[in-house]
C-alpha cells in the first residue's frame, strides 16, 4: 500500500522514553548498549540517557547484494566489536526497525554465546521478522520514514555532493 508511518524527531522523543520505560519496568538491567548505525545509533543514545547506562558500543552493518539477486544478506563492516568487551554483560541490542529481521538476527548471533544475556529493543517491528524483539515500541506494516532519513544528504551550494 502507499500507507507510511511517519515519525518526527519529537515523536520519536516520546518513542524512546516509552521504550525505556517498558524496558525498565521489565527489571532488564543492560551493562551494554549495543548500537546497530546507522539509525540505532538515535535509539541506542536515548535508551542510554533514560536507562542510565554509559556503556554504548556501536556496530556497522549494511545489506550486501549478492551476485545473484536472490542472495541478500547483511554484512557486518569493520570496525566489529571485541567479543572480550562482551563478555558476561547484559547486553540490550538497538535498531530503528525490526523488518526482515536479518539485521538484528546477525547482531543477536554476534552476541550469543559470549554474552550473559542478550536482548533487542527496536522502535518499530514488522509482522514478517524473523527476530522477536523483547521489547518494540509501536508494529506496523508500512515503510516507516524515519526523521533523520527522511530527507537526502545536504550538497554543497556549488552542487557538488559532499562523498562525490
Ligand atoms: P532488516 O530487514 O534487516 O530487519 O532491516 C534492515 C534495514 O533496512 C533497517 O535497519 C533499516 O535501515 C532499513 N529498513 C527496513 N524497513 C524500513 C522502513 O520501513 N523504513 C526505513 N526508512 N528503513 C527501513
Redesign the pocket.
Known amino acids: 500500500s502507499d500507507e507510511r508511518?511517519n515519525l518526527t524527531y519529537p515523536l520519536f522523543g516520546q518513542a524512546v522514553r516509552e521504550l525505556a520505560q517498558t524496558i525498565a519496568d521489565d527489571g532488564y538491567e543492560p551493562d551494554i548498549i549495543l548500537s546497530?548505525a546507522r539509525?540505532?545509533l538515535f535509539v541506542a543514545g536515548g535508551l542510554g540517557y533514560a536507562l542510565d547506562v554509559k556503556n554504548l558500543h556501536v556496530m556497522n552493518?549494511e545489506?550486501y547484494t549478492g551476485v545473484g539477486a536472490t542472495l541478500e544478506m547483511?554484512v557486518m563492516l569493520p570496525p566489529v566489536p571485541n567479543v572480550v568487551d562482551l563478555s558476561e554483560k547484559k547486553v540490550l541490542v538497538a535498531?530503528?526497525?525490526?523488518?526482515?529481521?536479518?539485521?538484528?538476527k546477525l547482531v543477536h548471533d554476534f552476541c550469543a554465546g559470549h554474552v550473559a544475556d542478550v536482548r533487542c529493543a527496536v522502535v518499530?517491528e514488522?509482522p514478517q521478522?524473523l527476530v522477536k524483539c523483547e521489547y518494540v515500541w509501536r508494529r506496523t506494516d508500512?515503510?516507516?520514514?524515519?526523521p533523520w532519513?527522511?530527507e537526502p544528504p545536504v550538497v554543497r551550494r556549488d552542487g557538488q555532493v559532499l562523498d562525490a
Do not use: Q, R
Request: net charge negative.
Open positions: 508511518e546497530i539509525g540505532g552493518v545489506f547483511p535498531d530503528d526497525v525490526a523488518d526482515t529481521g536479518k539485521t538484528l518499530y514488522k521478522s508500512a515503510w516507516i520514514n524515519f532519513s527522511v
